[in-house]
């Protein structure tokens, strides 16, 4: 997803946005920017065979700049180059992050690496016959034939890979967010004075971390778990201070309208990322 800042940047730079990601042509490379939950990223789409030496000269002068862009993650794909940078002001992220493109494009162009003008596929120039394509989120341009090719090769695996997601990370988020939220329910309770709808939170945040730590991709599946971990942090949210108080613990009206309220909660979509890549956004023509 591209938001805030980064989409204010964007647009004044006179960048494409599409389905949550903003590309442009730029000195001979496609740009491709988009944020996740905790970084904002630059891709750059690139093709042909690499020289080590001067592959080794760009991951240099990556890796002396790490502290000054404030560079959380660096990755050289088969297709294109990845830069993730830590996310802290936002203002200040984007002013990094377009000073850094600046002088990355030019360490690109001095050290030979193509852009827009090879096909990553077959590694021939591009030419009339050649289209515009978002793989993986990333803007790219390649032979329309290269690509139904690649898609025939690879297409199937990439979509099982990134549209199921993982049970075991999401019961583990759905629990982590139900206990974020639960803490101001568990203070009223706390002092005595329950105030059931803070458990709206608990249902809320539960099924916004599942996302977050891409839990599986099955609507039922995730309602169940965000369902349960919210039922079990607000039984403790009751549960826990009576034992610190010393009195019994009863199903009181509060109690009730508490776990009501928080199986609502699962039910509140807060738009989180999710993760980066959908099976439905894997490849499609830009233009």
């Known amino acids: 997803m591209i938001k805030g800042p980064l989409l204010a940047y964007a647009m004044k730079h006179s960048f494409t946005v599409k389905r949550g990601r903003a590309y442009k042509f730029l000195d001979g490379y496609y740009v491709t920017l988009s944020e996740e939950y905790g970084y904002k990223r630059i891709a750059i789409s690139v093709a042909g065979d690499f020289d080590l030496i001067r592959k080794r000269e760009i991951e ?38 377009d000073v850094f493109l600046s002088d990355f494009i030019l360490k690109l162009k001095s050290s030979g690496v193509n852009g827009a003008n090879i096909c990553f596929y077959c590694h021939k120039p591009n030419d009339d016959q050649s289209c515009l394509y978002s793989l993986d989120g990333i803007a790219m341009k390649t032979h329309q034939h290269c690509m139904e090719e690649y898609d025939k090769v690879n297409g199937i695996n990439a979509k099982k890979s990134y549209g199921n997601g993982k049970l075991i990370s999401g019961l583990i988020g759905s629990l982590y967010g139900a206990v974020i939220g639960s803490i101001l329910l568990l203070l009223s309770v706390l002092i005595e004075y329950p105030i059931f709808a803070f458990s709206l939170l608990t249902g809320a945040l539960s099924r916004f971390y599942y996302d977050v730590c891409d839990g599986y991709k099955s609507y039922v599946t995730k309602l169940v778990c965000v369902m349960v971990s919210s039922s079990v942090v607000i039984y403790l949210s009751y549960y826990l201070p009576t034992l610190l108080l010393e009195t019994n613990f009863e199903i009181t009206t509060s109690f009730i309208l508490a776990l009501v309220t928080g199986f609502v909660g699962c039910f509140l979509n807060l738009k989180t990322r999710g993760k980066d890549r959908y099976p439905g956004d894997r490849l499609y023509r830009l233009k």
Request: proline share 0%.
């Open 60 to 97: 240099t002068f990556v890796n002396n700049n790490i502290i000054n862009y404030r560079i959380s993650k660096f990755r050289w794909n088969d297709n294109n180059i990845e830069v993730c940078f830590q996310t802290t002001n936002g203002r200040e992220t984007v002013k990094r992050m």
